[in-house]
Nanobody, 127 residues
Framework: QVQLVESGGGLVQAGGSLRLSCAAS????????LGWFRQAPGKEREFVAS????????SYADSVKGRFTIFRDNVQNTMYLQMNSLKPEDTAVYYC????????????????????WGQGTQVTVSS
């Protein structure tokens, strides 16, 4: 069992930066692939970024590639999403997720591949 808690969301102007954190409890954190998803009002949840269990493989949605960076600290049981050059279209609730059976080299996993989810943190980017 893994419990996830996101933090770091807030209001930022376009062009600014935020760093989201996802703190995990559970003894098998470093065996799980992790991901970030987001959901804007009236839209479906969409993939943002993923990272393999060891942190050696990452993938990104085209809309955030070059602006966002996903990384993890398996000692602190925490995952991060560094978001730079934010745009108003990045406004959404951001969720972190963990999945035990996701292959290491899996690119852009589907939401259904994740077993555990956090409660979400709001990111609002003003123009």
């Amino acid at each position: 069992q893994v419990q996830l808690v996101e933090s770091g969301g807030g209001l930022v102007q376009a062009g600014g930066s935020l760093r989201l954190s996802c703190a995990a409890s559970g003894r098998t954190f470093n065996a799980h692939g992790l991901g970030w998803f987001r959901q804007a009002p009236g839209k479906e949840r969409e993939f943002v970024a993923s990272i393999s269990a060891t942190g050696g493989y990452t993938s990104y949605a085209d809309s955030v590639k070059g602006r966002f960076t996903i990384f993890r600290d398996n000692v602190q049981n925490t995952m991060y999403l560094q978001m730079n050059s934010l745009k108003p279209e990045d406004t959404a609730v951001y969720y972190c997720a963990a999945g035990l059976g996701i292959p290491t080299m899996r690119s852009r996993p589907w939401a259904i591949e994740y077993d555990y989810w956090g409660q979400g943190t709001q990111v609002t980017v003003s123009s």
